[in-house]
């Protein structure tokens, strides 16, 4: 019988779990073996009792070495991954781009990785997209965290004292986090614009209720990600920009591209020329920041205006994102398990092959496939 565990996340801060009590139930159900390492799931709001049936052990070791599947939100250290057994199946948000120690420990073991970032971004995917799932919630939590630190309401307000006119939000970039972004903002009353150098985003940022901030640059490129500005493009996009952030009280910067760092965006110059009082969140701190300001996991004071570089805004709702995300890593893990649970790995199948980044020993492409 194939054994699907997990573990408790060691990334510091991470308070999700790649297997909710649902997926669990749903796994068992298709004849596999739960394995867990106890309170794998309490910061993510679960207790062990709610995974029934699963089998539970105090050790991560002992998990560890009993698991054919083990699947994870971020991946486990190097001397964590050499005790799973050879030829084990690790399925998660796995960051091949700064796999450093852990691909070898892949190698050596014949384990078959599957980075799910690397997923192709096709309408078959979505079930499976985990950037998309927590992206969702990093741009919801995103404007919370401006609401909160602003010093300004963002709805109007009519009051004895007087008329409040309402926060000018911006949101960068209009993929799923801007989007979740300019929802919520439009939710708690802001007037809200959104900006992107792609000209299709126009309908969608509108049809949420925001404005679409035309400025003049359009960058289409392929798989639904902007393609890179030209030296022109760039200097008019940032003259432009930096005009209308003197206007603006907020600003969310939400552009990114997996696996590589985060384009920068507004500038020294921008910032200084915002009003004081004005708050920036850059949802892309983890890989760089859109703000050449900010600093991850830290928030900067820039003369009256603040910076502030969260981490890991996912797991701010680890209740939802771990449900959005462990389902997302169940629907992949169905295309590895038929119905009497037992383990094929499909390499004809795209989505198998494009997400897989070690196999039998090798990383495909050296021919693992």
Request: hydrophobic share 45%; net charge negative.
């Amino acid at each position: 019988m194939t054994t699907v565990a997990i573990i408790r996340e060691q990334a510091e801060g991470e308070r999700r779990v790649a297997m909710t009590p649902e997926t669990c139930r749903k796994l068992r159900a298709k004849g596999v073996q739960i394995q867990i390492q106890c309170g794998a799931g309490l910061s993510a709001g679960f207790s062990d009792a709610d995974y029934e049936g699963a089998l539970l052990d105090q050790s991560a070791d002992a998990v560890l070495q009993q698991a054919d599947v083990l699947l994870c939100v971020q991946s486990p250290s190097p001397e964590n991954l050499l005790l799973l057994k050879e030829g084990a199946i690790i399925i998660g948000a796995l960051a091949p781009h700064l796999a450093g120690q852990r691909l070898p420990v892949h190698l050596q073991l014949k384990h078959s990785a599957f980075a799910l970032e690397k997923l192709p971004r096709t309408t078959r995917a979505q079930a499976m997209d985990i950037l998309s799932s927590q992206a969702g919630m990093a741009g919801y939590k995103a404007v919370l965290i401006a609401a909160q630190r602003a010093p300004r309401f963002f709805p109007m307000l009519t009051t004895a004292a007087g008329t409040i006119r309402p926060s000018r939000v911006l949101i960068v970039g209009a993929g799923v986090a801007g989007l979740q972004a300019i929802a919520t903002a439009k939710r708690l009353g802001a007037q809200v614009e959104g900006f992107d150098v792609r000209p299709e985003t126009r309908e969608q940022i509108e049809s949420l209720g925001g404005k679409f901030l035309d400025l003049g640059v359009s960058a289409v490129g392929e798989g639904g990600y902007a393609r890179a500005l030209t030296d022109d493009e760039r200097a008019l996009q940032q003259e432009r920009l930096a005009a209308h952030l003197k206007l603006v009280d907020v600003v969310v910067t939400t552009a990114a591209v997996p696996g590589r760092p985060a384009p920068k965006i507004i500038t020294d110059a921008m910032v200084a020329g915002m009003r004081r009082g004005s708050v920036v969140v850059d949802l892309a701190a983890e890989t760089g920041g859109n703000c050449t300001r900010t600093e991850p996991g830290s928030e900067v004071d820039c003369d009256g205006v603040l910076v502030i570089g969260p981490l890991n805004l996912a797991s701010m709702g680890a209740v939802h994102a771990s449900e959005m995300f462990s389902r997302n890593l169940f629907n992949f893990l169905c295309l590895l398990i038929d119905d009497t649970g037992v383990v094929n790995i499909p390499f004809d199948d795209e989505l198998v092959a494009k997400s897989c980044i070690a196999h039998n020993g090798a990383e495909p492409a050296q021919g693992a496939q």
